[in-house]
C-alpha cells in the first residue's frame, strides 16, 4: 500500500535525496494522516457520547489532535523546502526538527489534561455501559491506527525526517489506547466500568511519556549530536578506500533537515603538493556524497610518512 500511494502521488519517488521529493513525502503523509484521524475521532466520539466514556472521548480528542499535529507536519516540511537565503545560507531544513518538537510539546499538553478528566472521573466513581460491539469497534480503529503508524514510520525513515515519526508515535499511542478502552468496555459488561477511569489514567501516561520522548530527542537534535558509530563506520571505511590516505579522524556532524554536513580530517603523506592533496580531499567529498549522500568539509593533515613522489603522482593522475 505505501509503495502504491507513493507511486500514485510523489513523482520520482526513489529519489529522496531532492528536496521536492522530501516534501512531498511528507505531505502525503499528512493527508492520509489529517483524513484517517478526521473519520476515526468520529467514530470514537460518537461512541463515548454513546456509552458515556471519558476514556473514548479522551481517544476522540486524543485523534482529532493528531489532525493539528498533522498540519505541523505541512507547515514544517513547506517551510524546511524554502531555498537557503542570505540569513540561512545552509537552508531551512531545521524546521523539520522544530515541527517534531512542537508535536512533542502538544502530546505532552493533551495527556496532561487527558489526566485530569480521568482522575477526577475515578474520584467520583462514574462508570460507563460495557459494550461488547463498542470494544470490537475499537479494537478495529486500533489496527487501523497502527497501519498508520506503520506508514508514517515507513515515509519518515525513508527521508530520514522525525518529524515523521514522531506523526507515527501519535497514531500509534492513540491505537494503544483504543486497544485499552476497548478492554475497559468489556470489564464494564461486568460490573467494572470504573476501571475506564483507570484506563483512561494509563493512556495518559502513554501520551506524555511519548511526548517527552520525541521532545528530549528533537532537542537533542536542534542541540547537535555526534555522529553514530554506524555512520562513523561507513565513513572510515570509503575515506581509507581512498589512496594516499592514512588515517581519518575529528567527526562532526550537522544536520540541518534534508541536508547534513559532516566535517572530518584526513592525514595525507608530507610530501604531496598542495593540489595534490587538495585533489584528495575533493576525492573522498565526492565519494562520500554519492555513497551516502552527506555533504562534506575535509581537512587535510600531515601524517608524519612519506611516500616515493612517482607513485603519488601516479596515484593523483588516476584520481583525476
Known amino acids: 500500500m505505501t509503495k502504491f500511494l507513493l507511486r500514485r502521488f510523489v513523482p520520482n519517488y526513489q529519489d529522496t535525496s531532492k528536496p521536492e521529493v522530501r516534501a ?24 463515548g457520547v454513546l456509552l458515556n466514556s471519558i476514556a473514548l472521548m479522551a481517544n476522540a480528542t486524543h485523534t482529532a489532535a493528531d489532525v493539528l499535529t498533522s498540519l505541523v507536519v505541512l507547515f514544517g516540511f513547506r517551510e524546511a523546502n524554502r531555498p537557503a537565503d542570505k ?16 508535536i512533542a510539546i502538544l502530546l505532552i499538553i493533551v495527556g496532561v489534561e487527558f489526566a485530569k478528566s480521568s482522575i477526577d ?54 491505537g494503544i489506547a483504543n486497544w485499552m478502552v476497548g478492554v475497559s468496555l468489556i470489564l464494564g ?33 536542534l542541540i547537535g549530536e555526534k555522529p553514530d558509530d554506524e555512520l562513523v563506520a561507513s565513513v572510515k571505511e570509503l575515506v581509507l578506500s581512498v589512496p594516499n590516505v592514512k588515517s581519518t ?18 592525514q595525507v603523506p608530507d610530501n604531496l603538493h598542495v593540489d595534490e592533496s587538495h585533489s584528495i580531499a575533493g576525492w573522498v567529498k565526492g565519494l562520500l556524497k554519492e555513497k551516502l549522500g552527506i555533504e562534506t568539509v575535509v581537512h587535510v593533515e600531515p601524517s608524519g610518512e612519506r611516500i616515493d613522489r612517482g607513485k603519488a603522482s601516479g596515484q593523483t593522475e588516476q584520481e583525476g
Request: cysteine-free; overall charge positive; proline content about 1%.
Open 121 to 174: 472521573r475515578l474520584i467520583s466513581r462514574v462508570s460507563i455501559q460495557g459494550s461488547v460491539t463498542a470494544a470490537g469497534v475499537l479494537f478495529v480503529v486500533g489496527v487501523l491506527k497502527e497501519l498508520m503508524a506503520r506508514f508514517s514510520i515507513d515515509l519518515g525513515k525513508a527521508i530520514s525526517a522525525s518529524a515523521l515519526e514522531a506523526d507515527a508515535w501519535h497514531h500509534r499511542s492513540d
Open 24 to 47: 512531498a513525502y511528507a505531505y502525503l503523509e499528512a493527508w492520509v494522516s489529517i483524513i484517517g484521524n478526521t473519520v476515526l475521532a468520529t467514530i470514537n466520539f460518537s461512541l
Open 249 to 266: 579522524h575529528k567527526f562532526s556532524l550537522h544536520d540541518y533537515g534534508g541536508k547534513r554536513i559532516l566535517t572530518l580530517h584526513i
Open 87 to 102: 540569513e540561512h545560507p545552509y537552508g531551512h531544513g531545521r524546521v523539520e526538527t522544530i515541527a517534531t518538537l512542537i
Open 189 to 221: 459488561r461486568f460490573g467494572y466500568g470504573w476501571l475506564d477511569a483507570v484506563f483512561g489514567l494509563g493512556v495518559s501516561a502513554l501520551i506524555v511519556y511519548t511526548g517527552f520522548k520525541l521532545a528530549k530527542s528533537s532537542s537533542s537534535t
